[in-house]
Nanobody
């Protein structure tokens, strides 16, 4: 099992930037795909960015070009750099680990992840 803890959430104005971090403990990460998901009140969980064990990446359409995901398996840390934040990016952001290889589409599907952090809140408002 792997334990995940997110940090870095905050309140920012539209156009601002934030960097979220996910620190892992327990199992090593070399066999896990890693991802960031988000969920706003009243909405379904949405895949934001995923990165597999080879470093291949999949971004959600709504964040493509603005967000960057990276992983450091030695430090057991996954980072999400978010630029040009918009009001619609407001949500609780969750880090997840699972087995999601094959079609890249799977990197952004919650079904393939069974390890989840508690989340960190990102609020974008003017």
């Amino acid at each position: 099992a792997v334990r995940l803890v997110e940090s870095g959430g905050n309140s920012v104005q539209p156009g601002g930037s934030l960097t979220l971090s996910c620190s892992a403990s327990g199992d090593g990460l070399s066999r896990y795909s890693m991802a960031w998901f988000r969920q706003a009140p009243g909405k379904e969980r949405e895949g934001v960015a995923g990165i597999d064990t080879n470093g291949d990446i999949k971004y959600g359409v709504s964040v493509n070009g603005r967000f960057t995901i990276s992983r450091d398996d030695w430090q057991k840390k996954i980072t999400l750099k978010m630029n040009n934040l918009q009001i619609e990016d407001t949500a609780m952001y969750y880090c997840a680990a699972g087995v999601a290889y094959g079609d890249p589409y799977r990197l952004l599907q919650p079904y393939y992840y069974n390890n989840w952090g508690q989340g960190t809140q990102v609020t974008v408002s003017s």
